[in-house]
């Protein structure tokens, strides 16, 4: 099932939408504060996102920017603005299509299932960021974020923080975790993987975090 977040401060026309969109059997979630639309983003993880340009504290052009930079997830402004400049600022912020209010439900909901065809093909999707407990994991170019500090990952400390994170509140033994960056593990010094868990805790705690990946002596590594 397909999540929409629905990012719209008329409650009438966000009950609307939601409504409307639970009958063709879409989950939703419409946010009530407009302080963190990102964070909201980040968590709920939606496969659409449908934005109202007016909107308190900063406008649907400001979140579209800030979505923008970790996700390509498809973005429809929803707005009684219809000037060719609001037009243009909505395609240039990253926005996928613009529909104007009033609008007909009918011609929205072919909007959305077009645009989530095209973008998914209706196959199974990943996203491409992850979080926990303040590390925003952008799994589309190997980076992670913690506040307004980016750091680039190896491919080998990539995948150690993705299985880590993907993983987090479980153990991970030293031989799930050689066969989850290599092949086989057999040809593999395991002083390799000690090697990368230090430059990838190294580079954590450089950016403020300590003691985000814990040892487990003779069981292995935990993210908590």
């Not at 980040?42 to 007016?54: A, K, M």
């Not at 406008?59 to 996700?71: A, T, V």
């Not at 209010?101 to 960021?129: G, H, W």
């Amino acid at each position: 099932m397909f999540k929409i977040m629905i990012v719209e401060d008329e409650e009438t026309i966000r009950d609307l939408l939601s409504e409307a969109l639970k009958k063709w059997n879409f989950e939703t979630w419409a946010p009530d504060s407009f302080q963190d639309i990102l964070g909201e983003f980040i968590t709920q993880q939606p496969n659409l996102v449908l934005l109202d340009i007016n909107l308190p504290v900063f406008d649907g052009f400001y979140w579209c920017q800030k979505i923008r930079e970790i996700s390509k997830v498809p973005i429809i402004f929803i707005s009684s603005r219809n000037t060719n400049m609001d037009m243009i600022m909505a395609m240039n912020m990253g926005g996928d299509d613009f529909v104007n209010k009033p609008f007909s439900m009918d011609i929205l909901i072919a909007k959305i299932n077009a645009l989530l065809r095209r973008t998914y093909n209706y196959s199974e999707t990943t996203n491409e960021v992850m979080e926990h407990n303040g590390i925003l994991l952008n799994m589309e170019n190997s980076t992670f974020q913690v506040g307004d500090n980016i750091v680039d990952l190896s491919k080998n400390e990539y995948k150690l923080l993705y299985h880590l994170m993907k993983n987090h509140g479980k153990i991970l033994s030293r031989d799930k975790l050689l066969r989850a960056l290599w092949d086989d593990e057999r040809f593999v010094d395991d002083n390799t993987l000690t090697v990368n868990i230090n430059r990838l805790r190294k580079k954590i705690e450089q950016t403020g975090l300590d003691g985000y990946i814990e040892t487990k002596i003779g069981q292995g590594y935990i993210v908590p």
